[in-house]
């Protein structure tokens, strides 16, 4: 017999449209292998408002038509939408807000009281309050998934929860911000700052305000929430030592070739020998030889350095909207196999 399963979501921007065509492509993929049927019971975004409806909204309406026409819309904020949703499983697709990760973890957390399972692709609740939610989680039985967060769908989070069983994680390297890596290997081809930005705009890389990922924000809440995750850091990103890549100059470029080394965005999380954590994101020096220098512009990178597998490498090449879509609907499909 097929299971009904009912979600809602925060946010219907580029993942949260994805999602829903990736619904609908894979809608017989879910009946024959995982017996279910995925009804969107409700969808609200800060400026639309929202929609509900119990038996499941047209998705081909609401990514096609003006919401105020569709029956159920009315307006109200995201809280209200998860008090009447009646959903089985939240999604918090959200603007990240790398000052307080808000208002989307209070949006997990009223999704925890209503008892919904949640799957968040917003890296803020991560990076700022990490530990709280998944006690909360804990406590209602629920499940909290937030593989999107980092390198979309690869497997980053699911590989060290379910493939290193009896290890830890002792060190995490990576390149994690692809506009960072693209700008910085536009700037040695000889491109002025505004020009690489404006080639990473162009690729639909970098956003109309590139500063979360020039200044080094957007890897900070990553290599934070990674540590929060992997290396139970207990951090926020209020404490990762930030170095963005303005100031890079032609000249030190240069000088890195003539030297043998490229600056790639580094991002990093380490143990001290007192046990703290501690959390950088700075353009570095790498050796030609080091596998970090062969990441190309748009893809990304991270090490983890385990105490008994050893040093694992995973890479994302080329990633588009699809692939963090896909990271959702892998987590969606975790709960719906396990915790449903
Ligand atoms: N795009 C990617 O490749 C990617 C990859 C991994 C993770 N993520 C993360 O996934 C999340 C969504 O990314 P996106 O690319 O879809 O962003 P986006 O296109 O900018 O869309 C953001 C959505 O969130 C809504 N929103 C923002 N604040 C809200 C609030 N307080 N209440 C209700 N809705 C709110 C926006 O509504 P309005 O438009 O009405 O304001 C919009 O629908 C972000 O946290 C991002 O960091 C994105």
């Known amino acids: 017999m097929k ?22 492509e894979q809608a017989a993929q879910l009946a024959q292998n995982y017996h279910c049927q995925i009804l969107l019971t409700g969808v609200c975004t800060r400026s639309k408002g929202l929609l509900l409806h119990p038996d499941g909204l047209d998705l081909t309406q609401i990514l096609t038509s003006p919401w105020q026409q569709l029956p159920g819309w009315r307006s109200g904020n ?13 999604l918090e697709l959200t603007t990240l807000d790398i000052k307080k990760g808000q208002p989307a973890t209070d949006h997990i957390q009223a999704a925890f009281n209503h008892n919904m399972h949640v799957i968040t692709a917003n890296k803020g609740p991560l990076a700022w309050h990490f530990q709280e939610l998944t006690r909360q989680a804990q406590q209602k039985q629920l499940a909290f998934y937030y593989e ?17 069983p009896g290890d830890h994680v002792c060190a995490i390297r990576g390149i994690l911000n692809g506009t960072s890596n693209f700008v910085l290997h536009r700037l040695a081809a000889g491109d002025t700052l505004a020009e690489a930005i404006r080639q990473a705009q ?11 990922d020039i200044d080094g924000y957007d890897a900070a809440a990553k290599i934070c929430a990674l540590a929060n995750v992997l290396m139970q850091a207990n951090q926020t990103p209020q404490d990762v030592q930030i170095e963005g890549i303005r100031h890079i100059s032609a000249a030190q470029l240069a000088q890195a070739k003539e030297d043998g080394y490229c600056l790639k965005p580094i991002a990093s999380a380490t143990k001290a020998a007192d046990g703290s954590v501690q959390l950088r ?12 220098a062969h990441i190309d512009a748009t893809s990304a990178a991270l090490e983890l350095s385990c105490q008994l597998c050893g040093n694992i490498a995973i890479v994302q090449r080329d990633p ?21």
């Open 78 to 90: 995201v809280l209200d939408m998860i008090a009447c949703a009646q959903a089985d499983i939240f």
């Open 320 to 340: 588009a909207i699809l692939q963090t879509a896909y990271g959702v609907y892998s987590d969606m499909l975790q709960v719906i196999s396990h915790h449903i």
């Open 202 to 212: 162009a690729i639909e890389l970098a956003e109309a305000d590139p500063s979360m």
């Open 148 to 164: 999107t967060t980092v390198m979309d769908g690869a497997p980053i989070f699911n590989l060290a929860a379910n493939c290193l």
């Open 281 to 292: 994101v700075t353009p570095q020096r790498i050796a030609k030889d080091d596998w970090l």
């Open 3 to 24: 299971k009904t399963i009912r979600i809602c979501m925060a946010g219907f921007g580029h993942v949260g449209q994805r999602f829903c065509r990736l619904l609908q």
